[in-house]
């Protein structure tokens, strides 16, 4: 079974400039959600959809981040515009359903902005 | 806000000994907690789910326990190895609410 999948794997751009993420969660999976890891420290969710509906998206800062899940199935993070502190790991993780179900997790996006 | 706190520092243990990680949890009380591995480069891998009415859980040498009196989670590694070094991360599960996590090293 093919893992959750990530793209790009690292990204390096200037602050006020845009970027993008791109995660194929597991086939399947009903469940899909974005989580930022700065170091040292443990995932923190930013959003969270169910199919193509958002479910939970209190923690997103949604002045620069948007995202968004078309058809239910890849979905794509965006910010615009980056500052330094978005410096971190962007992960995906997909679910069969939305609560208690074990979350797979993909590699991760490390994202430095200079 | 709710909040989990696990032991910040590093653990270092001798192979074939057990290691035991400690999650704190605050100001909310879980319905079940998580427990994740985490290797450098890698997203966290699912490890063990224990729920408020069960006081241990098993699988293979890991042993997670949940005091919901003292607000704990005891994660355990029985017979430890150089392959178990990694960071270990608890989660309230329900929230998505992760703690920091404890970098384990296992020296041979």
């Known amino acids: 079974e093919a893992g959750v999948a990530q793209s790009p794997r690292y990204k390096i751009i200037e602050k006020r400039q845009s970027v993008a993420f791109w995660c194929n969660p597991i086939s399947g999976h009903a469940t899909l959600y974005w989580y930022q890891q700065i170091l040292g420290q443990g995932p923190k969710l930013l959003i969270q959809?169910?199919?193509?509906?958002?479910?939970?998206d209190s923690q997103l800062p949604k002045d620069r981040f948007s995202a968004e899940r078309l058809k239910g199935v890849d979905s794509t993070l965006k910010i615009q515009p980056a500052k330094l502190e978005d410096s971190a790991v962007y992960l995906c993780a997909s679910s069969m359903g939305p609560r208690t179900d074990t979350q797979y997790f993909g590699p991760g996006t490390r994202l430095t902005v200079l | 806000s709710q909040k989990i706190e696990q032991n910040s520092e590093a653990l270092n243990i001798q192979e074939g000994k057990t290691a035991t990680l400690t999650c704190n949890y605050t100001n909310y009380s879980p319905a079940y907690l998580q427990w994740y591995r985490q290797d450098p480069g890698r997203g966290p891998v699912f490890l063990l789910l224990i729920r408020e009415n069960e006081k241990e859980k098993r699988k293979e040498r890991l042993k997670v326990t949940f005091d919901t009196t003292l607000k704990q989670s005891l994660f355990h590694i029985t017979a430890s190895q150089p392959a178990d070094s990694a960071t270990y991360l608890c989660?309230?599960?329900?929230?998505?609410?992760f703690g920091p996590g404890t970098r384990l090293s296992v020296l041979p």
């Open positions: 989660a309230h599960g329900q929230n998505f609410v």
């Open positions: 959809f169910q199919n193509n509906g958002v479910v939970d």
